[in-house]
């Protein structure tokens, strides 16, 4: 007696497949270096593009080398480089030129970063690339633009941060312009980039065909410090170092706690001003006229640093933190990258995810930048070796072995 059919499976225990990722079917090439263009080339992997890191044969994205490394494998790669398939090309070469734009004709954003004039000297300008497809968006990411009296000059963000103004108003009244000790203006480009890219694939929806995108790196931070220029001209104000005070509002500051670490302060909405000031013992300052204002407030920062300072001296952190948030009143812990690791907020979030590499087992890193509801992303791969996915990606483009190992004869990869 043949056996019964198995019962069908409920719906209960059929899992639901997941929603492809929203850029899924987009095809990326990354032939920067370094932070800006790389960036956006990750995230924009992050949430389903197909990203092929374009590298130089003998010279690697020099990213691969910065920072600190562990068993001589850089970890700044494995988080740049994620989501990447990586293949070698030299560009300056007839075959990695021809590889190049067989690549292009196959692909819906190249994101590079040369010097201008580069590409072109190669062959590989905008005009080369838009023949063979002209639904191409060609992103260019230098420090200066693509003219002008500096683009041709070497651009780094550390630059940008300095012209930018960012510099000139960071750090003590008394003290010297200070730089932010990571790629600020760098990271802030590459966020613009790939808001730019998606951007033009947008316009594309509607001519049909490609465009350049160019990004200065000097320009999104120029952005995010906000009404300057504008002050300025309309008022010729310009505004100065204050430190970790506010023009516009205070009580505004970082605290030092009793068990000595810091919590940070802020009161941009008059309400909490007025939560901190009765949390503190001193309510009677929020009657002042001058008290009534951001401007008026920040006018009068010592006094009311010295209310809010002797409080939170008198107590811990924690102490400190759960006082404000019983009265609503806004404050944050100063943390380091170890408090960050542990902190419940970012873990509720999954802020910091775990990723398993082939090097170095599971790697703690950031995730994807925001969550989507129904067609989230997500990070498939850490930065892989250095062209590990060239034989692959050539023979996709239908190159056989042996014109491969022309290529390498070459040097082409």
């Known amino acids: 007696m043949a056996p019964a059919p198995a019962p069908a499976p409920s719906s209960a225990s059929v899992p639901t497949p997941l929603p492809a990722p929203p850029l899924t079917g987009l095809r990326v090439l990354d032939l920067a270096t370094l932070f800006a263009g790389p960036l956006a080339a990750t995230m924009l992997g992050d949430f389903g593009a197909e ?12 990213s691969r080398g910065h920072g600190p490394s562990k068993d001589g494998i850089g ?11 990586t293949i070698t090309l030299d560009l300056s070469t007839k075959g990695g030129r021809e590889t190049l734009l067989k690549l292009a004709a196959t ?8 010097r201008p004039g580069t590409l072109e000297k190669w062959g590989l300008g905008y005009e080369e690339l838009s023949e063979v497809n002209p639904r191409l968006v060609l992103t260019r990411v230098t420090g200066f633009g693509q003219f002008g009296p500096y683009a041709h000059r070497p651009g780094f963000g550390t630059l940008a941060e300095a012209m930018s103004g960012f510099a000139a108003i960071t750090g003590e009244p008394d003290g010297p312009p200070t730089l932010p000790p990571f790629g600020l203006a760098d990271s802030i480009a590459g966020l613009a980039t790939a808001y730019a890219v998606m951007t033009a ?7 049909g065909r490609g465009q350049v ?3 200065a790196i000097i320009e999104p931070i120029l952005t995010v410090l906000g009404p300057q220029p504008l002050w300025y001209d309309q008022l010729g104000h310009v505004q100065p170092r204050t430190g970790n005070r506010s023009t516009n509002n205070a009580p505004r500051n970082t605290y030092r706690t009793a068990d000595g670490k810091w919590v940070a302060v802020s009161t941009s909405a008059q309400s909490i001003a007025e939560r901190v000031m009765q949390l503190v013992g001193r309510p009677e300052l929020s009657l002042e006229p001058w008290f009534a204002t951001g401007a008026g407030r920040a006018a009068h920062a ?9 409080w939170i001296a008198a107590r811990s952190r924690a102490e400190v933190v759960t006082a404000f948030e019983r009265a609503e009143a806004a ?3 100063v943390q380091d990258v170890r408090d960050v690791m542990a902190d419940p907020q970012y873990a509720a979030l999954d802020t910091v995810t775990t990723v398993d590499d082939p090097d170095l087992g599971p790697l703690r890193m950031q995730n994807v930048l925001f969550r989507l509801s129904d067609t989230p992303g997500g990070i498939r791969w850490t930065g892989r070796a250095h062209g590990a996915d060239t034989d692959e990606v050539l023979a ?4 056989s072995a042996g014109e491969i190992e022309e290529l390498r004869t070459e040097g082409a990869v």
């Not at 996709?396 to 190159?399: I, S």
């Open 302 to 310: 010592d006094v009311l640093d010295e209310a809010v300072g002797s």
């Open 201 to 207: 694939l947008a316009g594309r929806q509607h001519t």
């Open 331 to 333: 404050v944050a812990p």
């Open 107 to 114: 692909a819906d954003v190249v994101i590079e970063n040369f």
């Open 75 to 85: 970890l700044w790669w494995k988080l740049l480089g994620r989501g990447k398939r």
């Open 213 to 215: 995108v160019d990004m």
């Open 51 to 62: 990203v092929i890191k374009v590298e130089h044969p003998r010279k690697p994205d020099p």
């Open 396 to 399: 996709e483009l239908g190159l």
